[in-house]
């Protein structure tokens, strides 16, 4: 999933148009795998840190 370039809503990145608004859009190979890349970061930085806010409630001894 991606931000729509328009309305900012998420959308799949396989997508030619945005379900929400309708904005038509085209990526390159290149810009696609940009897109994919910062999703997972950002999907890892937050399994990160709710991984940390378990150990931190449940620490093990």
């Given at each position: ?24 859009f ?7 795998f940009?897109?994919?890349a910062?999703?997972v ?6 399994e ?8 931190n ?5």
């Amino acid at each position: 999933m991606t931000p729509c370039p328009n309305c900012k809503r998420n959308t799949e990145l396989q997508k030619q148009k945005c379900p929400h608004c309708g904005k038509t859009f085209q990526y390159t190979v290149a810009q696609k795998f940009d897109l994919m890349a910062e999703s997972v970061e950002a999907a890892l930085r937050l399994e990160l840190e709710r991984r940390k806010k378990a150990q931190n409630h449940n620490p093990v001894m």
